[in-house]
């Protein structure tokens, strides 16, 4: 049995909920077969190799979306449809104007030669959700250096990409605003208006994988700063 998942059409990783209609169904039924297959071979690996193909087209399709909206966006007199683009997007995909927009400009980015041919290949392999703060900084004509270009290519997750952005425009957060900081040592701490208090602390030494995986989801949102 072949499982060539680059064959079928993937449309997770944007950001909204999908009608679950014929291209979805397939896929949920091919992974039944390929969980059929590795158990009867006792192979984990087939389940594995599949699924990593999957996750693969998963993020991309996430830049293709981004790349529709660019393009048919500057072509959109082109088709002779009645009606904007934004319009007719809303109506055919079931995203709001904010969607539209900041997918437009994550493609606008990554073809506007901004960003260092080195590191370019590199903002092709993140999620649009990390991509979309990025590139809302770049519309907005900050000035991003080539050492910036690196960081960012580089940053391993969503906190450090803030971090970044923050560096980059020399911004403070908002003194009203409430930030929440996770010191190395687990200990959480809270800032508003200039006071800091104490939060609690999580077991970050802990090597119980349900501690760490809880962990991970409570600052993975990227709304908590790592220091």
Do not use: C
């Not at 999908?18 to 077969?33: E, Y």
């Not at 809303?90 to 900041?102: A, P, Q, S, V």
């Not at 506007?112 to 999620?127: A, C, V």
């Not at 508003?192 to 995986?213: F, P, Y």
């Amino acid at each position: 049995m072949e499982n060539q998942p680059e064959d079928d059409i993937v449309l997770s990783g944007i950001d909204a909920f999908l009608p679950v209609g014929k291209a979805q169904k397939s896929i949920l039924d091919k992974v039944d077969a390929v969980l059929e297959q590795a158990i009867e071979e006792k192979n984990p690996d087939i389940a594995f190799n599949y699924t990593r193909g999957l996750l693969g087209v998963s993020q991309i399709s996430g830049l293709a979306f981004a790349k529709v909206i660019y393009t048919m966006s500057l072509q959109w007199k082109s088709y002779g449809r009645r009606g904007t683009f934004e319009e007719n997007a809303i109506d055919e995909f079931g995203r709001g104007k904010k969607t539209l927009k900041d997918n437009y400009r994550v493609w606008e980015m990554l073809v506007s030669g901004d960003i260092p041919k080195e590191y370019s290949d590199k903002f092709l392999t993140m999620p649009i959700r990390i991509l979309i703060p990025i590139a809302t900084m770049w519309s907005q004509g900050w000035e991003i250096e080539t050492n910036d270009w690196m960081r960012l290519a580089n940053a391993p997750d969503p906190t450090t990409v803030r971090k970044i952005i923050q560096e980059i425009k020399h911004v403070e957060p908002k003194v009203n605003s409430l930030q929440i900081n996770l010191e190395s040592d687990g200990t959480i701490y809270a800032w508003k208006n200039g006071i800091r208090v104490m939060v609690g602390s999580l077991n970050v030494d802990d090597k119980d994988e349900i501690v760490q995986a809880a962990i991970e989801r409570l600052i993975g949102d990227g709304k908590v700063l790592l220091t």
